[in-house]
């Protein structure tokens, strides 16, 4: 059986250096794809998107799961990617397409990071379930307010930031909720549980070429590891 993890992170690798994605379903498509070609010598190995697993009772769907047929093993995938728009009128590679025309400057970044923490909230379930062996998170921006992670203590995202640094196992919720003052969706998005510690590295991804705000896109990889008995 070959190291799926190791093989999921090599063709993450490959897609480095290449372009930045124009959308969160390109970036899938674009990893599904380079999956397909690692798993190639491995023919027991499929790949599928928006895979429907089950949870508390609900369906939800891991945006690429990674299926080994002979051993009946599963290893989920999750994926994010959050933009800001670069205003460059280069056009895009070879269409007539201004490339300020491509992202779009996505807000509410402290949903981004709760969505981000969700997604290793939900691989951590499925493989305490026994559902999965272990998985992936990847996060892909070009906002420097996810790397940085320089929140005050005293945000109400606090708990779900991005930094470089070592994020420690426990609860995950909203700090200094006011009724009246925090915005209507915290109380739609509730805290959560985290099981390991999780040390985060950004790395670099993608440089758009043009001395231009938001060309730089970093990268966060994080494995959610095996089960422990």
């Not at 909230?121 to 998170?137: P, Q, T």
Request: aromatic content about 14%; charged content about 25%.
């Amino acid at each position: 059986m070959p190291n799926v993890i190791k093989i999921i992170k090599q063709s993450f690798e490959n897609l480095k250096n290449t372009r930045f994605f124009v959308s969160e379903a390109d970036f899938q498509h674009s990893l599904a794809v380079e999956l397909e070609k690692s798993f190639a010598d491995y023919p027991e190995m499929q790949v599928f998107l928006e895979f429907p697993v089950m949870k508390d009772g609900q369906k939800i769907y891991v945006d690429i799961m990674v299926l080994d047929n002979n051993h009946k093993k599963l290893w989920p995938i999750e994926l994010k990617y959050k933009t800001l728009s670069i205003p460059s009128g280069t056009k895009f590679q070879n269409t007539n397409i201004a490339v300020n025309q491509i992202l779009k400057n996505q807000s509410a970044q402290d949903l981004g990071g709760y969505d981000f923490w969700k997604d290793i909230n939900r691989i951590e379930y499925l493989v305490g379930k026994g559902i999965a062996v272990s998985g992936v998170c990847i996060f892909i921006t070009n906002d420097k307010y996810y790397v940085d992670g320089k929140y005050s203590k005293q945000t109400q995202a606090f708990n779900f930031r991005l930094g470089k640094e070592l994020h420690k196992a426990g609860k995950r919720d909203w700090k200094n909720v006011d009724a009246e003052l925090s915005p209507s969706y915290i109380k739609k998005h509730p805290g959560f549980r985290i099981k390991n510690n999780y040390n985060f590295v950004w790395q670099s991804f993608f440089t758009f070429n043009e001395d231009v705000k938001n060309n730089r896109f970093d990268a966060l990889f994080v494995e959610i590891p095996p089960k422990t008995k």
